[in-house]
């Protein structure tokens, strides 16, 4: 088995349901924090930890997905003859040369396991990432990917991203019971998708972080429907554990639920205050705003 994590899954095909209208045509990976749509925030996190495939796994409306990160020949004429180099050079970087995309269409929405599994083609019998862009993760120095990859070379298993969440929140998250390894890092015991917090085995919640080795394709294929009537990773990571060591990781850096409107309202506001062009100005007017209310 391959070492090295060179290939991300990014499973895009949900239908953004608690954004709509703004998602009825567009995808809810597009939405913007800042300046930026929420799936290049994710891409951008794979290729700092040197990943360099990016497989998508689409749906129907998500032509804006490929579409972002191809090349605009009209728009970098365009920006080229107005002379404005620095946007010319942002367009032409969104993706550097060495990155290729693969994108794969869920004929049907059956569930995060199953739009892991849509992958297997491509990721053959090699560990790889599994990235949810609605779970934004602001980390200034490495990037969460990025420290999952440096605990994976040494471990060369399994890791869930995992977070600490209020107790009477467990029923929204895969919920793991661990025994401590070392700091921030434990070896799972346990995993519930969305238990009742009367029957949480912790509050020690999964979030949109994975580092899988290929086995877990039989698991998920063996799988039926579970909560909600999807193929649940969930699931297919319980019956991996009885085969082998999964860890859990509680990585450094702020992570944002961007699936919910509040979350990526505070993402939106917190990311202007880290934008260099904007902070100054945004703060300003924050502070200004604070005194109406």
């Known amino acids: 088995m391959n070492n090295k994590i060179t290939k991300a899954v990014f499973p895009v095909a949900g239908l953004g349901t608690r954004f709509l209208p703004a998602t009825k045509a567009s995808p809810k990976e597009m939405l913007p924090i800042v300046d930026k749509p929420l799936i290049q925030y994710a891409v951008e996190e794979a290729i700092a ?55 794969i269409r869920q004929p049907e929405a059956l569930g995060l396991g199953h739009a892991v599994l849509c ?9 790889f990432a599994v990235i ?10 490495r990037g969460c990917m990025a420290q999952m990859t440096e605990l994976f070379k040494r471990e060369q298993r399994s890791i869930l991203g995992v977070e600490r969440v209020d107790p009477s929140q ?43 080795t290929p086995g877990i394709f039989d698991k998920i294929e063996q799988t039926g429907r579970g909560t909600g009537g999807e193929i649940q990773l969930t699931d297919a990571i319980a019956e991996l554990m009885n085969e082998q060591t999964v860890m859990s990781f509680e990585f450094e850096g702020n992570r944002y639920d961007c699936g919910s409107k509040l979350g990526y309202l505070i993402a939106t506001v917190e990311h202007a205050l880290l934008h260099k ?17």
């Not at 990160?69 to 367009?91: A, P, R, V, W």
């Not at 949810?132 to 120095?141: C, G, K």
């Open 119 to 127: 992958a297997k083609p491509v990721i053959n019998d090699e560990p």
């Open 132 to 141: 949810l862009a609605d779970d934004l993760i602001e980390d200034s120095t």
């Open 49 to 103: 930890a040197g990943i360099d495939t990016m497989i998508f796994i689409t749906g129907r409306n998500k032509r804006a997905i490929p579409d972002h990160f191809d090349k605009s020949y009209e728009l970098e004429m365009e920006l080229e003859q107005s002379g404005k180099t620095e946007m010319l050079k942002m367009i032409r970087n969104i993706l550097p040369p060495h990155v290729s995309c693969v994108f």
């Open 277 to 293: 062009d904007l902070k100054d100005d945004f703060l300003s007017y924050l502070k200004e705003l604070s005194t109406k209310y």
């Open 170 to 212: 467990t029923d929204k998250y895969g919920i793991v019971e661990t025994e401590e390894v070392e700091e921030r890092v434990g070896r799972l015991q346990s995993i519930v998708e969305k238990p009742a917090p009367d029957k949480a085995p912790s509050n020690l919640a999964v979030v949109g972080r994975y580092i899988l």
